[in-house]
Structures are given as C-alpha cells and as structure tokens.
C-alpha cells in the first residue's frame, strides 16, 4: 500500500493527554495531587505540555482521568476571585500568568474507569476525537520549548497519513521500559526513519534496535478500530504499541522522527528531580543565581 491510499493533508488540532494513571512511584506525595500537578519550578508537568501542544497549534486537548484527579482540569479553568486579588494588587505579572492556564486550548475531560493501559486510555478518546488525526502527549514526559517536536510530526502526519512517532537512542539495558521499534532509511531525510517493527518493552536481547518510543504520536483515527481488537500485551494491559503494530501490518505507513533535542522525563523521583534542577537552572529571572548556589552546594556541603 502507498502512502497515497491514507487521509492526507490536514494537519491535526486535538491532542488526548492520557493522565488517569495512580503515580505509585510518588505516593504518599500523589495520595490526593495527581502527579501532572507535581511543580517544575512555577508551573506543574501538565502545563509545559499543555503548552507545547498549544505551540504546535493544537487547540483542544482532551485530559484522560481518573478518580481523585479532577484538579488536573481546574489548573485549566479561570479564576476570577484569585484574578480580581491580583488585580487589586496591581501585580500584572502574576494576573497574566494566571489567565494564561485558561487561554492554551479548549480543554476538555473523560474518565478511565479502569486503568487497562494506554491503548486503553486512548481508546476512551475516541467519540471526542471523532474522524480525524489526533495527536496523543503522555502525562509525565515534555520537551525543550526551544527545540519542539510536535510541530514536524504534525506536518509529516499530514502528508503520510500514517503513523508519526518519536524515537530517542537508549541504552541497551534500557530497551525494556519503552516500546522499540525496528526501522529502515525513509525519503524524508536523515532524521526520519520509516518503521517496519514495533514491539513494547523488551529485553535487551529481544530488542531490534535502541531507537525508544517516546511520549508524542500523531494518530490516525483508524487506530480507535486497531485498540478495540487488541488483546492485552505488556503488564497484561492494552498497548498503544500492539494497535500500532497492528495498522503497521495491515499497512498504515509509519515513520518516527529521531529527536536529538533534550527529554525531560518526571515519571520518576530522579527524573522528576532532575527536570526541576534543569529547568531551575534555565531560568531567565533566578537561573544565574540558583546555578552559583547549586554549584557551590555540590562542591561543597552536599553530603549525606
Ligand atoms: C509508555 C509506552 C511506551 C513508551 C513510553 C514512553 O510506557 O507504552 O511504548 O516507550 O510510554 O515514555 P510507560 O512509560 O507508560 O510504561
């Protein structure tokens, strides 16, 4: 099949955030904050991403939730009693941030009931995503603002009207927490491979290459029919990577997009920590004065 036989030419504008999941590796913090609320610096996880779908023109996400983790939505909803107090106080700075939660996007909610995976967190998306390509943003994973991603996978996803992943290069020791793809030269330039296997989180020694799937896809709407027939995979969960696997096979192109940028990844307390420290460092208005004092503690008094 060629890349002609698929729905080309537009360019998606809705994004699916699947963020029902527990955060076990956060409690007791995440006991009643969702772990996308967590903060980076001023701002929690979910908004860097809320933002860079918002950069690359997406104009209505749709959050995946679960129980206890509604407050997710409100981070995204006016404020008027908090804006009319900063108001009052002529602090325009803070007024303008505040608002701006409201104005990235239309955002909208549905529940996972049951955490089943994400394949099956995806595929709760399906009546508000309706016929058309869709972008999916993991909860817990962003990139540089300076260096996106998003915007080329959307462009490309509207040509193939395929597939359109993210890769980074891992460890071979890694290979077993992300889906892995196997892959050959596509006629998009060096950066973008066509795929030709994909298969979620194997053992290094089963691995077919080291090029990770990342937590940015553009989708066609076809893989709302691939989800349903898929059977649980990974962890005993439906797998977003099988329904993927599943329309490769049948013939969808697939292509991912190898990212050299920088990937923050908050799944986890060290790398939650470290997203913190790297954004921290970066920034214009105290990064200078936090990186002398984060030098001089670990040269000097960070021990134990
Ligand atoms: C999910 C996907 C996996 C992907 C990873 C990226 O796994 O199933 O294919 O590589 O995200 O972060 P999770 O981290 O949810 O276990």
Known sequence: MTTQEHETGRRAVKAVIPAAGLATRFLPATKAVPKELLPVVDRPVLQYIVEEAAAAGITDVLLVTGRGKTSMVDHFDRRPDVEA??????????????????????????????PLGLGH????????????????????????????????????????????LAFIEVAPEETSRYGIASVKESEFGEDIVEVTGLVEKPSPAEAPSNLAVVGRYVLPAKIFEAINNTKPGSGGEIQLTDAMAQLLTEGTPVHGIVYRGHRYDTGMPLGY????????????????????????????????
């Not at 303008?96 to 990235?104: K, Q």
């Not at 955002?107 to 996972?112: D, G």
């Not at 709760?124 to 996106?148: I, M, T, Y």
């Not at 997203?275 to 970066?282: D, G, S």
Request: glycine residues 12%; proline residues 3%; contains cysteine.
């Open 85 to 114: 107090r900063l108001e009052e106080k002529g602090d325009k700075e803070r007024l303008a941030a505040v608002r701006r939660t409201s104005e990235l996007a239309d955002i909208y909610t549905c529940r996972q009931g049951e």
């Open 121 to 164: 967190a995806v595929g709760v998306a399906a009546s508000h995503v309706g016929d058309n390509a869709f972008a999916v943003l993991l909860g817990d994973e962003f990139v540089e603002q300076d260096r996106p991603l998003l915007p080329a996978m959307l462009d490309l996803q509207a040509r193939t009207g395929g597939i359109v």
């Open 273 to 304: 920590l470290q997203t913190v420290v790297e954004i921290a460092a970066k920034r214009p208005d105290f990064g200078a004065e936090f990186r002398q004092w984060l030098g001089e503690f670990v040269a000097g008094g960070a021990k134990g």
